[in-house]
């Protein structure tokens, strides 16, 4: 046996991979018995029973998978996530140093952020249609703040526990505001807007759905089309395919992994002092 | 004792070696308290000595008698509140590339590699150049750093991240050098190496090195002069001065009569004040007592 075999062996059948796998399966099977079941070994279990099967699930897929609404569905709750999501990056941080490094703003700033963070997004929705021209504009609106106050909360922390030895090391050998703020400020936040980022991700997917959900899926000109995923939820749930809500779920599980998985490899590839140990 | 120099051939040092300009450092009637009106703490008080130049200045006095105070002082992060604080008869007014201090613990940016962390200081004050970059290779080489220079300070060891330290502050040349007990932690293979490292590169630049630290056969080895403190409020008890010639070596110091004589001498200076600070109830200078009592009976039959 080569060498590179080997060690594809040892990657497919290494006891995570395989404990991975065995967990995915039970589950699905499980999913499968209870569905086709009114009772587990003897034991009712009549909301599982409601639920389709997962053979059932991936039938409606593999129709929906060559639908172009589907996929449209997709692009739409993706582009309202990374604009959201970047919007939040582009002000958050900024906002964020700056409330960091200088007093006098951080005393304007606070109290007024600090009233608004603790309004969950989802309270905005209705403020937030009568206030955007556009469907499209709340709900990219909703889901920026989604991501915002994590974005600015952890940059302001992280800038903040910088250790005071660094600035005064720098200070004395000659190094100006800037050339501080530049190459130890920055750098010194960086791990702290990697983890804003992800933990912003996140939130920014659970809220692009449900801000979908109650505003009806935004400009959506060709039946639900333009709605994204939340909105191709509630209209399976209204129209009764219930295999498609499944389908829209388990969409939406894969976009966020998609989505996180990204972000911590930049993570990674913006931080390259933290992995290396 | 015979005495080698380890130096490079001057071809390749006189390029890049900078010009040494050694500075002086005169503490006047220094005093320094903190807490609130009525509760303060006098740590410092009237405390006055001479960092002279081109000398190597080790401070030695027990823990918590105000040395860590007396090192923010002389880098301008703090003030004093009363008595000045000169270098070459300029009164200090703050921190200043003049006199660059080394911590206790690494203060090395995690986020730049060893040369990057070097270059720092240069590249802030725009001097990045072809020059520069030459005097950081030379001074990695120096402190033996030369296969780790695009390293994260993460990935060096304790003593490497100290060298990597020393070799950031030496190059922007400073009047003084001040480090604040800076191998304290290191493992005692380690520490013996450091000794080494730093004694040579401080015979060969003959920079004005202030050392401060609580272990006394690190004063003796590095010192010319060893000013030893009292207990809080911190003043100068005593000043011995060291004269074992230079380059030294451990070997040569462990067999050195003259600094066999001189330890015990700081010693029972030491010991005085550990028992003041000790009646005052401190439980490191309670550690100092016991150590210190071990060592003499060891040493008597000699």
């Known amino acids: 046996m080569s060498n590179a075999m080997v060690k594809f062996r040892k990657a497919v059948l290494s006891r995570s991979t395989r404990r991975a796998l065995t967990s995915l399966l039970v589950f699905v099977l499980l999913w499968e018995l209870g569905s086709r079941s009114k009772a587990w070994f003897g034991v009712a279990m009549p909301w599982v029973g409601n639920i389709p099967a997962p053979s059932a699930v991936l039938a409606a897929w593999s129709k929906l998978v060559g639908d172009l609404g589907y996929w449209q569905s997709w692009y739409m709750s993706t582009l309202r996530v990374l604009a959201g999501f970047i919007a939040a990056m582009l002000i958050g941080i900024p906002l964020g140093l700056m409330m960091a490094v200088s007093r006098t703003f951080n005393d304007i700033t606070f109290p007024t952020f600090e009233v608004l963070r603790p309004i969950p997004p989802l309270a905005w929705v209705p403020a937030s249609i009568l206030f955007w021209p556009t469907q499209e504009l709340s709900i990219t609106f909703v889901t920026f703040l989604g991501a915002f106050f994590t974005v600015v909360i952890n940059v302001v922390g992280g800038a903040k526990s910088i250790d005071i030895r660094y600035f005064q090391s720098a200070q004395a050998m000659g190094a100006s505001q800037w050339d501080i703020f530049r190459r130890i400020v920055l750098p010194g936040t960086l791990p702290s807007i990697v983890v804003g980022a992800s933990v912003g991700m996140g939130i920014t997917w659970n809220v692009v759905v449900a801000a979908e959900m109650i505003s009806g899926g935004g400009g959506g000109q060709s039946g639900g089309s333009g709605g994204g995923l939340g909105y191709f939820i509630w209209n399976s749930y209204v129209g009764g395919s219930y295999e498609q809500i499944v389908v829209g779920m388990i969409s939406i599980g894969i976009a966020g992994y998609l989505c996180s998985e990204g972000l911590r490899r930049a993570g990674i590839l913006f931080t390259p002092w933290l992995r290396s140990r | ?302």
């Not at chain 2, 003030?79 to 690494?106: A, C, H, M, N, Y």
């Not at chain 2, 940016?109 to 072809?130: C, D, K, L, S, V």
């Open chain 2, 1 to 302: 004792m015979t005495a080698t120099t380890t130096g490079n051939p001057a071809a390749q040092a006189g390029a890049t070696k900078p010009v040494i300009d050694a500075g002086e450092i005169e503490l006047a009637d220094v005093s320094k308290s903190y807490g609130a009106e009525g509760f303060a703490k006098e740590v410092v008080r009237d405390c006055s000595f001479l960092i002279e130049r081109g000398k190597l200045t080790v401070m030695i006095g027990p823990s918590g008698c105000g040395k860590s105070t007396l090192i923010r002082l002389l880098a301008g992060f703090e003030k004093p509140d009363s008595g000045t604080i000169k270098i070459d008869g300029k009164t200090v007014s703050g921190p200043g590339r003049d006199r660059l201090v080394l911590f206790q613990e690494t203060a090395l940016f995690p986020w730049m590699t060893t040369f990057e962390n070097i270059m720092y200081g240069p590249t802030a004050r725009g001097e990045g150049g072809e020059q520069s970059r030459a005097q950081a290779a030379f001074l990695l080489d120096k402190v033996g750093l030369t296969a780790f220079r695009d390293k994260y300070p993460t990935q060096l060891s304790g003593g490497m991240q100290r060298r990597a330290e020393l070799a950031r502050a030496m190059i922007n040349n400073p009047r003084v050098m001040i480090l604040d007990e800076p191998f304290r932690g290191l493992d005692a293979m380690s520490k013996e190496l450091m000794w080494e490292y730093y004694a040579s590169l401080y015979e060969e630049s003959r920079r004005t090195n202030f050392f401060v630290t609580t272990d006394i056969d690190e004063a003796i080895f590095l010192a010319d002069r060893i000013l030893i403190m009292t207990n809080a409020p911190a003043r100068v008890r005593a000043v011995i001065e060291i004269d074992v010639p230079r380059p030294r070596r451990l070997v040569d110091i462990v067999n050195n009569e003259r600094a066999n004589e001189v330890k015990m001498q700081a010693l029972s200076l030491l010991h005085e004040e550990a028992m003041k600070s000790f009646a005052g109830g401190s439980k490191a200078a309670a550690d100092f007592v016991e150590a210190y009592s071990k060592r003499m009976t060891r040493a008597k039959p000699q």
